[in-house]
């Protein structure tokens, strides 16, 4: 059982288009980030958020983190292709140290 | 280079045989983390090393896995008798974590890529 669940594992749209990647738990999470991983490539920093119901804009990509602090969501407006990629979602439980990943959603965006 | 090292970066390896992974972090990284991912899959926690505490084993998935860090610094990951389900990429990541701000960054090596004929 994942303890970040993440959805929808697998988005395929077209460019122009825009999405909604959620992350969800039933725990508490002191942080949660969201990663974007590129094929051969180790995952880079997108965001961190902390405070509940904060919403961090990042161009194109906007981050919001649940006011309970147990769920976060990534949108994207107008998807471009360089935008392709699987994008995790990661945070340390409160009262634990360790970061812990989701499963991941693969997107891929055609021109 | 300024970023987390990983060696070797592919690895093919047959069944029954030890594998040693090696992660050189960030110079003044404090954490150091171990990951398992599969094709197309996401980040399989291995284990956690924070400063001179002992380090969060709770990922390792059999008695087979095993980890050190030598000094504070470079890390190895050894795999023994290694399995085809062992076939995988092992990514490492070092972060400035006290083990209290718990935002920091992870920084990711290229991952070593195991296969195990």
């Known amino acids: 059982t994942q303890l970040l669940e993440q959805s929808p594992q697998f988005l395929s749209i077209q460019e122009g288009e825009n999405l909604t990647v959620y992350c969800n738990s039933s725990s508490v999470f002191s942080s949660l980030q969201w990663y974007r991983q590129e094929p051969g490539e180790g995952p880079v920093l997108l965001v961190t958020?902390?405070?509940?119901?904060e919403v961090k804009k990042l161009k194109r990509l906007t981050f919001q983190f649940g006011d309970a602090r147990k769920d976060s969501s990534l949108h994207i407006t107008a998807a471009q292709p360089g935008d392709t990629g699987l994008y995790l979602c990661a945070g340390a439980r409160t009262g634990g140290f360790k970061t812990i990943f989701g499963a991941g959603t693969r997107l891929f965006v055609k021109a | 280079g300024a970023g987390v090292s990983q060696s070797p970066s592919n690895k093919v390896t047959e069944k029954g045989k030890d594998v040693e992974l090696r992660c050189d972090p960030i110079s003044g990284h404090t954490a150091l983390y171990w990951y398992r991912q599969s094709l197309g899959q996401g980040l399989e926690f291995l284990i956690y090393f924070q400063g001179n505490s002992a380090p969060d084993k709770s990922g390792l998935p059999s008695d087979r896995f095993s980890a050190e860090r030598t000094g504070g610094s470079v890390s190895t990951l050894t795999i023994q008798r290694t399995q085809q389900e062992d076939s995988a990429v092992y990514l490492c990541a070092s972060s400035l974590d006290s083990g209290r701000a718990r935002t920091g960054e992870l920084f990711f090596g290229e991952g070593s890529r195991l296969t195990v004929l």
């Open positions: 958020v902390v405070t509940g119901g």
